[in-house]
């Protein structure tokens, strides 16, 4: 545990936090093997982004439901994302292919495995997948445009929406926050569904990556019906009912697994 980076060791403050609804400041010193004082300020940043809440020698949850900055999210349920994404890498047709990709820790993930493809053409709204491929001599890049949301990283609304309705792709991967038989595809900004579900109607083919936390929830903002989805990728965390209930709709729901 003492080798985690800071973004790690606040996204497990953040878990634990979460599971169990307070930290100890002194405990979580001890297991991190960092000073006092390092994890103060690491209770101090995330108090000023009203994640929690300090208390005298720890901290508490906040009474509200709040969306993680992804530079959180990225040491959450790494293993489990990470066979995602090399999931859907095998899935993708070989040869030239217009992908899009939306922003999310798993589709950044996916981002990297494809860098060295040839004849592919990537269309995102994300920034962090951007300048994961920007310097990719082998394959082509499009950006959306739009507004830039600091918790995801996505370009959002009319600009971003109004590019990819110009635009064309094989095979989209989402991103989301929520998936469900009866909610659909949801995330939690509304102006980022409508962007997402933009790129979702310009693709032949729709492919969703969400980690077992995420299957069986619903968040503020639809995105579309599960029934606009080819394949839901997830992992074998994800609650079987909630999988049973989408395959029931007709969507494909392939569990990653190290195989």
Do not use: W
């Not at 101090?44 to 992804?70: C, F, I, K």
């Not at 990819?164 to 095979?171: E, H, I, P, S, T």
């Amino acid at each position: 545990m003492s080798s985690l980076r800071r973004a790690d060791r606040v996204s497990a403050i953040l878990e634990r936090i979460t599971a169990s609804g307070s930290v100890d400041a002194g405990q979580l010193a001890d297991e991190f093997a960092v000073s006092p004082a390092t994890i103060r300020r690491d209770l101090q940043a995330l108090e000023d982004q009203r994640l929690l809440s300090r208390t005298h020698g720890g901290a508490v949850a906040v009474d509200v439901a709040y969306e993680l900055p992804v530079r959180y999210r990225t040491g959450q349920h790494r293993e489990e994302k990470t066979l995602i994404a090399r999931t859907v890498a095998k899935l993708l047709p070989k040869g030239p292919l217009t992908l899009g990709l939306t922003g999310g820790t798993t589709t950044h993930l996916l981002a990297r495995l494809l860098a060295e493809r040839v004849d592919l053409t990537v269309v995102t709204n994300a920034l962090n997948i951007a300048a994961e491929l920007a310097l990719r001599p082998r394959l082509k890049l499009i950006m959306t445009g739009g507004v830039s949301r600091t918790q995801s990283y996505e370009l959002v609304g009319p600009i971003a929406d109004n590019a990819l309705r110009g635009l064309n792709m094989a095979v989209a991967v989402v991103g989301v926050d929520g998936i469900s038989a009866r909610g659909g595809l949801t995330t939690h900004d509304e102006i980022e569904a409508n962007t997402n579900a933009t790129m979702i109607h310009r693709a032949d083919r729709v492919i969703v990556v969400a980690d077992g936390s995420k299957v069986g929830k619903v968040c503020l903002a639809g995105i579309c019906p599960v029934t606009d989805v080819a394949t839901l990728v997830t992992d074998a965390t994800a609650d079987p009912a909630g999988i049973d209930a989408i395959r029931r709709t007709g969507t494909e729901v392939i569990i990653a697994d190290a195989a």
